[in-house]
């Protein structure tokens, strides 16, 4: 399995990809997907490890290159990148000893796009 290299999206793809969702309400499972990625990132130490990942050189990192930020145990780290993964923000792969993660530029995206004001809306 090859690892896509994070690619981030300029307005014009985001928009094509994803309309955004102040326009309409939230049905019921698209309210419930992104609760649970804003649950997700509502804690400081996961919010820090997905910008990490994020702007890590390639677009992916090393679980051994996120321990050292943090005043807090492996184990720790591991639950928190495993709470980022359920709720669709990153993947992993592991490659011998180590797991490398990736932020999901998709699931980026539906964030976005929800928190995008609509055009012309000068508030």
Same mark, same amino acid.
């Given at each position: ?5 994070l690619? $981030? ?26 609760? !649970?990625?804003? @649950? ?5 130490? !996961?919010? !820090?490890?997905? #910008? ?18 943090f ?8 639950h928190?990148? @495993?709470?980022?993964?359920?709720? =669709? *923000? ?5 490659? =011998? ?10 699931? $980026?995206?539906? *964030? #976005? ?9 000068? !508030?």
């Open positions: 399995m090859s690892n896509p290299e690619k $981030l999206l300029d307005q014009d793809e985001a928009a094509a990809c994803c309309s955004p969702m102040v326009r309409e309400p939230l049905d019921e499972v698209a309210a419930a997907d992104l609760a !649970r990625m804003f @649950k997700a990132l509502s804690d400081p130490v !996961r919010l !820090r490890l997905l #910008s990490l990942i994020a702007s890590h050189e390639g677009g992916e990192a090393c679980v051994c290159d996120l321990t050292g930020p005043d807090v145990s492996q184990p720790t780290i591991s928190h990148l @495993k709470v980022l993964r359920d709720a =669709g *923000l990153v993947d992993s792969e592991r490659r =011998g000893t180590w797991v490398y993660y990736w932020v999901l530029p998709a699931a $980026l995206a539906k *964030l #976005s796009s929800l928190l995008q004001a609509p055009l012309g809306d000068s !508030r």
